[in-house]
């Protein structure tokens, strides 16, 4: 399983875009980069997938480059409700269990 | 389309005694996973089912330990005797065949351990 490697803290402001990247340099053929976001008191919500390039849904963008050895979720116009925990994970076959990191502590201040 | 359900929301017991959790996953998903977040660090997977399967337990603590996934559906995970350690919030999760939704997450259960 490829380990990952994301940012303990960061801190944004309201309005602004974050981009939250993970470094994932074992990251195998067969392997899909997915995002988690998880709010104090919840489980974890799934918000994008990718395999290469760009991935786009109606909550972020997933940027991978060629090599596939990192990605980076982007955050559009954050709010104060984007403050959360955010998590990069990468697995690929269906029984492939996905092993979470610490993950990457989003503040948006005022 | 209904979420995964976990009760009891939370639960405090003293050590030693037992605790039983509850998961009802999301309809047709054949996977379920059970998950042991402590505060400040990400979910730690413990048991992973396909259908009433164990595909893998190798993290779980056997020796206090215990779940299972009856018919394929409902799971229950159980603590026996607990340990102050073992304070956490307990996470279920469901997947479809088709992993290209990620899991979906139950609210889970909050434990504490006196």
Not at chain 1, 53 to 63: G, I, Q, R
Request: hydrophobic fraction near 35%; proline fraction near 5%; aromatic fraction near 10%.
């Amino acid at each position: 399983l490829a380990k990952t490697t994301q940012p303990i803290s960061m801190d944004s402001y309201e309005g602004q875009e974050v981009n939250i990247t993970c470094s994932h340099n074992n990251i195998a053929t067969n392997d899909y980069i997915t995002w988690y976001q998880q709010f104090p008191s919840q489980g974890p919500r799934f918000i994008i997938q990718g395999y290469k390039t760009k991935v786009t849904n109606e909550v972020a963008s997933l940027f991978i480059p060629a090599d596939r050895k990192s990605s980076t979720l982007s955050l559009p116009r954050v709010s104060l409700s984007d403050t959360a925990v955010y998590y990069c994970l990468v697995g690929g076959d269906r029984d492939d269990k996905i092993i979470f990191g610490k993950g990457t502590r989003l503040h948006i201040l005022p | 389309e209904a979420g995964v359900a976990q009760s009891p929301r939370y639960k405090i017991i003293e050590k030693r005694q037992s605790v039983a959790f509850w998961c009802n996953p999301i309809s047709g998903h054949a996977t379920l996973y059970w998950y042991q977040q402590i505060l400040g660090q990400g979910p730690k997977l413990l048991i992973q089912f396909q259908n009433n399967g164990v595909v893998d337990d190798s993290q779980l603590p056997k020796d206090r330990f215990s779940a299972e996934r009856l018919k394929g559906v409902d799971s229950t995970l159980k603590i026996q005797p607990a340990k102050l350690e073992d304070s956490a919030v307990y996470l279920c999760a469901s997947s479809s065949q088709d992993r290209h939704y990620g899991y979906t997450f139950g609210s889970g259960t909050r434990l504490t351990v006196v």
